[in-house]
T-cell receptor, first 113, second 115 residues
Framework: ETGVTQSPTHLIKTRGQQVTLRCSSQSGHNTVSWYQQALGQGPQFIFQYYREEENGRGNFPPRFSGLQFPNYSSELNVNALELDDSALYLC????????????FGEGSRLTVL | GESVGLHLPTLSVQEGDNSIINCAYSNSASDYFIWYKQESGKGPQFIIDIRSNMDKRQGQRVTVLLNKTVKHLSLQIAATQPGDSAVYFCAEKGYSGAGSYQLTFGKGTKLSVIP
């Protein structure tokens, strides 16, 4: 059974650019959630994808968007990057939208200069 | 809005001692709480959970206590080991619409184990 994998592990962008982060869910899981973790803070919920549709969103602007593919892998896209977008982006997979245990990946560390 | 927070940002304990990490929550309607451990450079790892119809739940070397009266959670780690050094988060499950749920995390407590 493979765990949650994310790529890239680290990347550096400049303000105004766009970034795409990728996540492969754990085998057997059909739901992917994305979280943003600023330095020294707890993770904050961005959104969740279930059966290729967004079905829950936190307090993040529309320039944060995502996709889920038929194999349940997912992408997080952030447009018009701002300095405050610098953070660790965590992907978590689960079975179902509800109270299933979340399994987190190691994250993608984004630095915006 | 509702929030989950922690009392102590850092905690240093001697190896072999017991550790207690505290967490306060503000949403009295919350019915499910989870403790996560996050080691440096890694994602959060599930430790133990508890539902609101329970006061206590035990795992291997860990115990979670829930006091709904004062909206307080604690994580107790018995015989703390160097491998327990990490940041610990409590998280609260909340409804985020369209049948989905999200976790609201506190800021975390950094546990340092002194050999």
């Amino acid at each position: 059974e493979t765990g949650v994998t994310q790529s890239p592990t680290h990347l550096i962008k400049t303000r105004g650019q766009q970034v795409t982060l990728r996540c492969s869910s754990q085998s057997g899981h059909n739901t992917v959630s994305w979280y943003q973790q600023a330095l020294g803070q707890g993770p904050q919920f961005i959104f969740q994808y279930y059966r290729e549709e967004e079905n829950g969103r936190g307090n993040f602007p529309p320039r944060f968007s995502g996709l889920q593919f038929p194999n349940y892998s997912s992408e997080l896209n952030v447009n018009a990057l701002e300095l405050d977008d610098s953070a660790l982006y965590l992907c978590a997979s689960s079975q179902g939208r509800g109270a299933g245990e979340l399994f987190f990946g190691e994250g993608s560390r984004l630095t915006v200069l | 809005g509702e929030s989950v927070g922690l009392h102590l940002p850092t905690l240093s304990v001697q190896e072999g001692d017991n550790s207690i990490i505290n967490c306060a929550y503000s949403n009295s309607a919350s019915d499910y709480f989870i403790w996560y451990k996050q080691e440096s450079g890694k994602g959060p790892q599930f430790i133990i959970d508890i539902r609101s119809n329970m006061d206590k739940r035990q795992g291997q070397r860990v115990t979670v206590l829930l006091n709904k009266t004062v909206k307080h959670l604690s994580l107790q780690i018995a015989a703390t080991q160097p491998g327990d050094s990490a940041v610990y988060f409590c998280a609260e499950k909340g409804y985020s619409g369209a049948g989905s749920y999200q976790l609201t995390f506190g800021k975390g407590t950094k546990l340092s184990v002194i050999p």
